[in-house]
């Protein structure tokens, strides 16, 4: 009901007075504030939720990173020691060969030199 000690369509009941507001409820709140507070309200868990996620993939990705570049410098390493073993199988083999040639030479002298005595 209203009366000329109320203004019309209070939505205060009849016969109760308004609380003053404090000094706090008149300042106007900053807007960006504000923005923030009901964005961590909202998302904030989410946001957490997902920072950690994150977290666990990058400390994921990096062990593999690790153990990749582990496995390549081991590659390397048996790649470079079996360039060593083939080069120096490849010595022995050519030196063999020119041990043949040699000695292959010297019976060809022996032949020949027999039939001219």
């Given at each position: 009901m209203d009366n000329e000690f109320m203004p019309p369509?209070?939505?205060?009941?009849?016969?109760?007075?308004m609380a003053p507001q404090s000094p706090e409820a008149t300042?106007?709140?900053d807007a960006?504030?504000?923005?923030?507070q009901v964005r961590e309200l909202l998302?904030?868990?989410h946001r957490r939720a997902?920072?950690?996620?994150?977290?666990?993939?990058?400390?994921?990705?990096a062990a593999l990173?690790?153990?990749?570049?582990?496995?390549?410098?081991?590659l390397e390493r048996r790649l470079s020691e079996s360039r060593a073993e083939a080069d120096h199988a490849r010595d022995g083999q050519?030196?063999?060969?020119?041990?043949?040639?040699?000695?292959?030479?010297?019976?060809?002298?022996?032949?020949?030199v027999?039939?001219?005595q």
């Amino acid at each position: 009901m209203d009366n000329e000690f109320m203004p019309p369509h209070s939505d205060h009941p009849e016969g109760e007075a308004m609380a003053p507001q404090s000094p706090e409820a008149t300042v106007p709140l900053d807007a960006a504030a504000v923005i923030e507070q009901v964005r961590e309200l909202l998302f904030g868990d989410h946001r957490r939720a997902t920072d950690g996620s994150i977290k666990s993939l990058e400390d994921k990705l990096a062990a593999l990173t690790a153990t990749i570049e582990a496995r390549f410098a081991d590659l390397e390493r048996r790649l470079s020691e079996s360039r060593a073993e083939a080069d120096h199988a490849r010595d022995g083999q050519v030196e063999a060969i020119g041990a043949a040639f040699a000695e292959l030479g010297e019976r060809i002298k022996t032949m020949i030199v027999k039939p001219q005595q």
